[in-house]
């Protein structure tokens, strides 16, 4: 047993043990449980090793990519700020008095920067990354919290697997600052020591009582094992989805583009077109990579459109169709070059230039619609073993963006090109990236940033949050997007709605027409040629269609 147990066996200081009453006679809530947007603080709990900063930097990588704005404030930086230099684990001895003072002067500087990210810097949620393994410590953030309205949801990390606690502190404790020289054996020995001190005073979350009306996961041994209580709002029922859904295992992830398509050999966007020659050889040189890596246990993962679903055909494998891999959707500017957009639509296409996530084509989708389809998709790869993911470059950019924790500004700028594959491998704190280029030519679909734009008044913004808001341009016709075996590629367009023309009604005429009896939601003439409806009835079919 260490020297912290031998001294302060079974007990612990005034301060932390003071309050053991359950927490019923206290004022239970402040009105920010009733608010549903109410910024909120996410407290992490547990021993040290316990996967807390994994688990805190993973969450906020994901909630700022489905675009919930979100920082982690790991107390141990403030701690390594306040003490330059970390000697041993007497700091974390809970009868070192003068530590404890520095620990909690951290702790209440760090509060201070959460509240000014959530006041002032437009955050929504605050990961307050520590220990925080007593009662006292988790008393002070709720009256933190109560002063200023947060909610607050607790994410307490328990394991008593000794292989996964040794695990962890040769993974990431060894290259910790606090440890700056590379002898494992010490490290490991100091680093146990260190979590014998805060067994002393640790105070589990009560769900029976002390803290049965708090918001709260417990989870249990990597994921074993799990214990939610009063969950308040939908994004703490969404954190707790996260949460029970990523996988401590080793594994890796492939990300490739399909093979060259006809469509990218002649500069055109979206649609549903074959593979050219050099797309398919592209396939012949993925079956190889794939026998040459030994991947026999690999999942392969295809959208429902022919370019990605001809490249998996050549590997020779089983493969699953996903719907929400498809390309993003171009809207009325499905199949065109970007030349016929700008000539076509040249507000649409500006519009774009200046902010490219959140733009969204007309009758068609933006990066931001992409994001939230294709959360099921990072769900299930946080869950599975190896995976190929064969997609398209909206696709491969958007799952690439979570994974290297990119800013949705730099999302749809990542080059994604094709015949490439990306391996994926996550790490302690991040994901290693591996980038195997297979020798076949391809065409490049890239465009750059537009740069050495000086805007010289403000952008307008741009709120384009479903299919009912009004767009810049009159021409909203959309191109058919998907086609059936047998039917042929190109099927007559409607005329958009600025190339109708409509004579002028006299006004006399108005209660006459109201009289008339109705055929698809518009008046009959009795004196309508009979051609006429019928172009009204091919009319309503093709739009059906579309």
């Not at 026999?296 to 993962?301: A, T, Y």
């Amino acid at each position: 047993m260490s020297a912290c147990l031998q001294r302060e066996k079974g007990s612990a200081s005034g301060a932390e043990t003071k309050r053991t009453e359950p927490r019923g006679n206290e004022k239970k809530c402040s009105w920010a449980l009733y608010m549903t947007n109410s910024p909120t603080v996410i407290v992490m709990i547990g021993l040290p090793a316990r996967g807390k900063t994994y688990m805190s930097k993973k969450l906020t990588r994901y909630l700022n990519w489905i675009g919930v704005p979100t920082k982690v404030f790991n107390l141990g930086v403030y701690r390594r700020e306040a003490v330059k230099a970390y000697k041993s684990y007497d700091f974390f001895r809970h009868d070192n008095q003068e530590a404890m003072r520095i620990r909690k002067q951290c702790a209440l500087v760090a509060l201070q920067d959460v509240k000014a990210y959530l006041n002032e810097e437009g955050g929504q949620i605050a990961v307050f990354d520590a220990t925080n393994t007593t009662r006292e410590r988790r008393d002070l953030i709720l009256s933190f919290a109560e002063e200023y309205a947060y909610k607050v949801f607790f994410v307490e990390s328990v394991c008593d697997d000794p292989e996964v606690i040794a695990a962890n502190i040769l993974d990431v404790k060894v290259s910790s600052p606090d440890y700056p020289e590379s002898n494992r054996e010490r490290v490991m020995d100091d680093f146990l020591k260190r979590i014998e001190c805060y067994k002393v005073t640790y105070q589990p979350l009560d769900p029976d009582e002390y803290d049965k009306d708090l918001s709260f996961i417990k989870v249990m041994n990597v994921g074993r094992q799990f214990l939610v209580n009063r969950i308040q709002d939908y994004i703490q029922s969404k954190i707790v989805y996260y949460l029970m859904n990523i996988h401590v295992h080793s594994h890796s992830i492939y990300l490739c583009r399909h093979g060259e398509s006809d469509h990218n050999v002649q500069g055109r966007i979206g649609g549903d077109s074959e593979l050219s020659p050099r797309g398919k050889q592209f396939s012949h040189a993925l079956r190889d990579f794939i026998e040459e890596h030994k991947l026999s246990d690999l999942k392969v993962w295809t959208s429902q459109l022919r370019r990605t679903i001809q490249t998996a055909e050549e590997l020779g494998v089983p493969y699953e169709q996903w719907k929400i891999l498809n390309e993003i959707d171009a809207g009325v500017c499905e199949e065109m070059t970007y030349d016929m957009i700008q000539n076509t639509f040249p507000e649409e296409f500006a519009l774009r230039d200046q902010d490219k996530y959140h733009y969204r084509y007309p009758g068609g989708e933006s990066y931001q619609d992409l994001v939230q389809r294709l959360e099921p998709v990072i769900m299930e790869l946080e869950r599975q073993g190896n995976v190929l993911v064969i997609c398209h470059q909206a696709v491969m950019r958007c799952l690439l963006a979570y994974f290297l924790d990119k800013s949705a500004d730099d999302l749809p700028y990542l080059k994604c090109p094709l015949h490439t594959v990306l391996k994926l491998t996550p790490v302690a704190y991040g994901c290693k990236v591996e980038t195997f280029y297979l020798n076949v030519e391809a065409v490049s679909t890239h465009r750059d940033r537009p740069l050495g734009k000086v805007r010289r008044e403000p952008a307008p913004i741009l709120l384009r949050r479903n299919s009912y808001t009004p767009l810049s341009s009159h021409d909203q016709v959309k191109r058919p997007r998907l086609y059936s075996a047998g039917n042929r590629p190109w099927l007559a367009l409607a005329p958009s709605p600025s190339a109708l023309q409509f004579p002028e009604t006299p006004e006399g005429e108005l209660m006459h027409q109201q009289s008339q009896p109705r055929v698809g939601g518009s008046f009959l003439n009795p004196c309508v040629k009979e051609t006429t409806l019928t172009s009204q009835k091919t009319l309503m079919t093709v739009s059906a269609s579309e």
